[in-house]
């Protein structure tokens, strides 16, 4: 398992945008797809996109397909998820967590490494 960090949330006003940050302190993302989820309060927790490290395109849900973009950063060591034109509905904790099946892979028990989660908090 990996240890993952995530950064990059706060408050922002509807129609703003965030990036958040995914970091493996002491660690590396070789070989690993790193995901994305949300979960807000009474809710499953939704995914929202996916990467492998190596290579390859995103794959993203469609919860917030078009407004969001995840990129890695070689350099940092870091997986980010870029969200633009925020809505209140997207108010959530946001996690990364990592997996050796795919980025299509969108099932959270699949992931076995998680983040702490960073707050979003978007108003109208």
């Known amino acids: 398992q990996v240890q993952l960090e995530e950064s990059g949330g706060g408050l922002v006003q509807a129609g703003g945008s965030l990036r958040l940050s995914c970091a493996a302190p002491?660690?590396?993302?070789?070989?690993?797809?790193i995901g994305w989820f949300r979960q807000t309060p009474g809710k499953e927790r939704e995914f929202v996109g996916a990467?492998?490290?190596?290579?390859?395109?995103?794959y993203y849900a469609d919860i917030l397909k078009g407004r969001v973009t995840i990129s890695r950063d070689y350099v940092q060591n870091k997986v980010h998820l870029q969200m633009n034109s925020l809505k209140p509905e997207d108010t959530a904790i946001y996690y990364c967590?990592?997996?050796?099946?795919?980025?299509?892979?969108?099932?959270?028990?699949?992931?076995?490494?998680w983040g702490q989660g960073t707050q979003v908090t978007v108003f109208s």
């Open positions: 967590a990592t997996t050796r099946y795919g980025p299509t892979t969108t099932s959270r028990d699949r992931y076995n490494s």
């Open positions: 990467v492998i490290w190596d290579a390859g395109n995103p």
């Open positions: 002491g660690g590396v993302f070789n070989s690993l797809t």
